[in-house]
């Protein structure tokens, strides 16, 4: 894997917040004229019923997402909204920086808590980043297979046709350490448009509520990237290093 050929490709954060918030006119009105007061601007608007779309192209791919509504099965139903914050997938769309789409989410939380104050809890939340490396090897399956998992890629032959790709998915539960109380989970796998190149995604995921005041996205996103460099990196770096024995 050649690293300094990292390409972002998309960031994610969303959250579950309760109560269900009232997507009126007046409300999203007042909500993209804070946005645009803060230079946020979106080239496109979609508001149907009780969920809002918005999402632009330029300078930098950028899409918000809010539903209201209710999750849980039986008599009580719990009256929640979830607001997703992402850029547009694709190895062809502009990408912020991180810190520049970190900014961009922690100002948008801001200005939905400022327009619904009635938000009062967080029931969960996930973060995601999916980058594209360049393979040092023809097929990136082929250095996942061989030099990462050490394997002989003969021993495939028992499927009778050739491996188009394939991956690693890894799941972790929380851990311990401090600010590390959240779920992970890891894909590495060839990127099928491009067997030339490796797909690396990370998600983090917590699920116990939390304060409304407790919502920071920046940490968050910080988080999820860290978790890519300090732990996912590296376990990849180990391909290069010589195997004992």
Known sequence: MIEHSRQTIQFTVGFLIGPALELDEERIAAFRARLEEEDIRFEHAEHADQTL??????????????????????????????????????????VAA?????????????????????MEYVLGWNTGVRSLFASSTEHSFQYLWEQRLGQDTQELSVFGRPILGGGLRLMFPPGQAEGEHYQAEVRVESFLE????????????????????????????????????????????????????
């Open 194 to 245: 491009d067997v030339r190149r490796l797909y690396v995604e990370v998600n983090l995921a917590h699920g116990n509520p939390e304060p409304i005041n407790a919502l920071n996205p920046t940490t968050l996103i910080q988080a999820t990237e860290a978790f890519m460099d300090e732990r996912v990196l590296p376990f990849l770096r180990l391909a290069e290093q010589p195997r004992a024995g």
């Open 98 to 118: 991180v810190a520049d789409f970190a900014d961009a989410a922690h100002e948008v939380t801001d200005i939905a808590r400022d327009v619904w104050p009635e």
């Open 53 to 94: 779309v918005l999402a632009r192209a330029a300078p930098s791919s950028l899409q918000v997402q809010i539903v209201s509504g209710q999750v849980g099965a039986g008599p009580e139903p719990v009256p929640v909204t979830q607001i997703v914050i992402a850029t547009a997938i694709g190895q062809d769309v502009p």
